[in-house]
């Protein structure tokens, strides 16, 4: 079956610090990757997506993710954190099969001090 | 373009009850997907619907079951409730034509409350 990990649960950062989020899945076939964040109060939104091309993906508000095939991996990245990036983090997986479910991961809360 | 819009926002019921949350997805998509976000459980997928038909399901019992609608809006409902069933129920809605299309849209979701 597949899972996905996510190895922090709470990341704490002061702003202007640099971020990444880890995120493993087990599937051996061809996957479809996606962070989502849930800011507080507000619902799930898409942060970046990797379908297929060049395994660094670039989404909104400056993060990036780098697939990994061989690490199975798919970290989120930015470089240099804002107080506005205080939210829950969401790693998620389907493969490549058009409808299928998303598997998440626990997520990642990160609270950001300015 | 309006977004996946879920109602109610908050429901309250009782053991035993039966809960009943709708959804409308994006306009122009065709899928619509529930996902239960218990605490500390994570999101977890109930229940995929597209183009009418009930296309998966998670592992859940079923009592948990829903149908879509000829506007692909959604319903889900949940049987003889039980206090472990509260939690934040989500719907997404994707495009689904394909893989390169697959994207799920979440609504903010219905909040769950069984006394």
């Known amino acids: ?114 | 373009e309006a977004g996946v819009t879920q109602s109610p926002t908050h429901l309250i019921k009782t053991r035993g009850q039966q809960a009943t949350l709708r959804c409308s997805p994006i306009s122009g998509h065709t899928s619509v997907y529930w996902y239960q976000q218990a605490l500390g459980l994570g999101l977890q997928f109930l229940l995929w619907y597209d183009e009418g038909e009930e296309r998966n399901r998670g592992n859940f019992p079923p009592r948990f079951s829903g149908r879509q609608f000829p506007n692909y809006s959604s319903e889900l409902n949940v049987n003889a409730l039980e206090l472990e069933d509260s939690a934040l129920y989500l719907c997404a809605s994707s495009l689904h034509r394909g893989p390169s299309t697959d994207t799920q849209y979440f609504g903010p979701g219905t909040r769950l409350t069984v006394l």
Do not use: M
């Open chain 1, 1 to 114: 079956a597949q899972s996905v990990s996510q190895h922090n649960h709470h990341v704490i950062l002061s702003e202007a610090a640099s971020l990444e989020l880890g995120c493993n899945y087990s599937y051996g076939g061809t996957v479809n990757l996606f962070w989502y964040v849930q800011y507080p109060g507000q619902h799930l939104q898409l942060l970046l997506k990797y379908f297929s091309g060049d395994p660094l993906v670039k989404g909104i508000k400056g993060f990036e993710a780098e697939f990994i095939k061989s690490k199975f991996s798919f970290n989120l990245r930015k470089p240099s954190v804002q107080w506005s990036d205080t939210a829950e983090y969401f790693c998620a997986v389907n493969a490549n099969q058009a409808g299928t479910a998303l598997i998440f991961g626990k997520g990642t809360t990160l609270s950001v001090s300015s």
